[in-house]
């Protein structure tokens, strides 16, 4: 009887971790949720979109985006925050809400590397330095000199508090030196839309907002973010080599899961973003954006970690120091 008994402990128990084991083995058996915490139509949620589906393709399942604005994005990335880490609710977001945001609100409903687990970086978008048509300056430094000489009656437009065009151009202003008045949008569209009707004088924003109207001519591009020129603007300086040495600013996107998202499926979930941006049609198409892909290493967990440790140390003490304050 006793061995009897054993056998059928056995059995059952060996019955009873098949599921766990299956169901483990069977990620992502369901469609899943992608939170982008911004409105739809954003360079954020065009990025998404685009590496979402072919991640679907990959995992054999749907990635569903889900927009989720509201409080510079600490709506949607509180939701995820909240969520059952299994992997079926992640977030696609960019630095603002999970570094910027720090600085600018003085409680968050979430702890930025406490709360998720990093899966994997999904582009990092450059910025431009554009200006009006008619703004006498036709060279980054022919343009500070004409800030600094106008200060007081200069302005840059921005597309709110903490959005990627007001860190591009806080970050300008502060290593000029200057202190010119900035007038907030709600939104880059509106932003941009006064920029070309000459509204105000310059703003620095995503390269994939604002290339259009560069080579439709409505407005002028003086220099771009990055460390190296990019190839859809091949005639523009960066920043740092026309003479303002140091001044860097991208803007990076990620994926993140739930704290506690089981290591397996945060793998697969990296793995199906590396199998995503190494696909010619998916590169050929985020060029076009000119967003710069991740490669190698840079495409690891750990290295979305490390970025967003770096934004961290970089953007809190300097939004603090310039004493900005969500609208």
Known sequence: MKRRTLLAATAASGLAAMPVASMAQAYPSKPITVVVPFAAGGPTDALARILCQRMGEALGQQLIVENVGGAGGTIGVAKVAR????????????????AVNIALYKSLPYDSQKDFEPVGLGGTNPMVLVTKKDLPAETFPEFQAYVKANE??????????????????????????????????????????????????YMVDQAVNVLPQIKSGNIKALGVSTTKRLSQLPDVPTIDEAGL???????????????????????KLNQALVTTLSDDKVKVRLTELAVDLPEGKETTPEALGAQLKASIDKWVPAVRAAGVKPE
């Open 245 to 267: 040495k140091g001044y860097e600013v991208t803007i990076w996107n990620g994926f993140f899961a739930p704290k506690g998202t089981p290591k397996d499926v945060v793998a």
């Open 83 to 98: 969520a059952t880490p299994d992997g079926y609710t992640i977030a696609f977001t960019h630095m603002g809400t999970l």
């Open 152 to 201: 007081k009656k200069v302005q840059y437009g921005m597309a709110g508090i903490g959005a990627a065009s007001h860190l591009g151009g806080l970050m300008l202003n502060s290593m000029m030196k200057v202190d010119v008045l900035e007038i907030p949008y709600k939104g880059t569209g509106p932003a941009l839309n006064d920029l070309v009707s000459g509204q105000f004088d």
